[in-house]
């Protein structure tokens, strides 16, 4: 999160912003993003002193070198009617944001900049983005473990949150073989602000690929690291190579990083808690093809409101090895994290992560309140159904639809059917 002093440097740079006439949140963070990465480049004395001159030309293209030099990519910032023209705006934006420096390389400031100003404008929801806490990507990273040399992959990367904490993983190695880091981004600006993340957080040997991940059947690494999307439909001709029968982007993600993972790699990704329960047939392959091809280990089931206040989908992550054969499964379920669980969000004492962070590493044995290892054969007569509280001892009430078939399951079978449905009759119809 971000400071007090932070948040009000941040509100007196927006406000500035904004009266320059930028009106969209997601090129107010990236302004900001770039004038932050020309404080922390060669490029920061020849723009101070393009803005004591009083260049406006000077100031425009020494922020387009920005640009250049940090892997953002060329911009039309020295149109004649681009913000970036505007002195006074660049002038006190870069006095402030001069004086902010990233002392935790695992604080995600750039993505809590941009998380600040969409909360701020309670418009969220408008732009699709809600960002994994930070605390919940650390444990992910924990459990997972990248090693020196390695690749690293996430294929929906956001603001780069993930690939940052891999780095800070890894950073306690004084010397280690070259690790690459790669993030995938479908949305232009979003995947902008990565680069100018990654590049501000000295994350090294790191790309952002800006495009559709879905259709990249090349990339390989030996960790994926991922939350991707919850919710849309892809259509039918961008995915006709995937096998899973769905168009839902969780199911089409969770099978696209089965498929990029290298044997014997690693994965830690978060899913909708739909995708560990539901009866639709591509649920059930996935789940399936999980099980038997690729080395499920794991399954956390988080507590309900870790991602407010931004939306209340039920969440859980799934762990598993590349090309493997699933042998046992860790099931665990953790009621509190750390902080409360209303749109508030602040910390507290109740926190059942680091615990199963020790049983995921094997330094302390499942207890069967927290967490139980089944093995993977006793699961096929139920459909794969991967709810950990199917096979913990129960500290809450269960659900009255029942562990198998809880209601936001029920809603994604409909969807999915409905969305099938659609599809079929439309395809008749080009028939006809």
């Given at each position: ?9 941040v ?39 393009a ?12 922020l ?114 070259e ?82 993972l ?25 789940r ?59 910390e ?36 794969y ?48």
């Amino acid at each position: 999160m971000l400071t007090g002093r932070i948040r009000a440097d941040v509100d007196q740079v927006w406000d500035r912003i904004w009266s320059s006439g930028v009106s969209n949140p997601l090129t107010c963070v990236e302004y900001i993003a770039v004038i932050l990465a020309a404080t922390r480049s060669p490029e920061g004395e020849r723009l101070e002193r393009a803005l004591g001159q009083g260049d406006v030309d000077g100031v425009a293209a020494s922020l387009e070198r920005v640009h250049d030099s940090t892997g953002l990519g060329s911009r039309a910032l020295t149109d004649e009617h681009s913000p970036w023209r505007d002195l006074s705006t660049v002038q006190a934006s870069y006095e402030v944001l001069r004086d902010l420096h990233v002392t935790d390389r695992n604080h995600d400031l750039v993505g809590d900049i941009f998380e600040y100003v969409l909360s701020k404008l309670s418009t969220a929801g408008q732009f699709g983005q809600f960002r994994t806490p930070r605390h919940i990507i650390r444990f992910i990273v924990d459990a997972v473990d990248p090693r020196p040399g390695e690749t690293i992959l996430d294929p929906a990367c956001g603001t780069g949150g993930f690939l940052i904490a891999a780095a800070e993983h890894l950073s306690r190695w004084r010397t280690s073989p070259e690790t690459r880091y790669i993030g995938q981004e479908v949305d232009t600006t979003v995947g902008r602000l990565a680069k100018s993340n990654l590049y501000l957080h000295d994350v090294p040997n790191s790309v952002v690929q800006v495009g559709d991940s879905l259709g990249d059947t090349t990339t390989r690494a030996d960790v994926v690291l991922a939350n991707p999307p919850f919710a849309g439909m892809v259509s039918a001709d961008r995915v006709a190579s995937y096998r899973c029968g769905s168009s839902r982007t969780e199911m089409l993600f969770l099978e696209h990083m089965m498929s990029a993972l290298n044997e014997g790699g690693r994965a830690g990704v978060v899913v909708p808690f739909g995708v560990l329960t539901s009866t639709n047939a591509s649920a059930v392959y996935i789940r399936r093809s999980m099980v038997e091809d690729h080395g499920l280990t794991a399954v956390v089931e988080l507590p309900p409101g870790v991602f407010r206040p931004y939306t209340d989908v039920r969440t859980a992550l799934l762990f598993w090895t590349g090309h493997a054969v699933t042998q046992d499964i860790l099931f665990a379920r953790a009621t509190s994290d750390g902080y409360t669980l209303d749109d508030r969000r602040t910390e507290c004492t109740l926190n059942d992560i680091p615990m199963i962070l020790e049983v995921l590493r094997g330094s302390t044995p499942p207890d069967g309140r927290l967490a139980v290892a089944r093995p993977a054969s006793s699961l096929e007569r139920d459909r794969y159904i991967l709810n950990p509280s199917r096979y913990l001892e129960s500290s809450v009430e269960r659900s009255p639809v029942g562990d198998a078939r809880e209601f936001p399951a029920v809603i994604d079978d409909i969807t999915d059917r409905l969305h099938e449905i659609t599809q079929l009759v439309s395809t008749l119809r080009k028939a006809d």
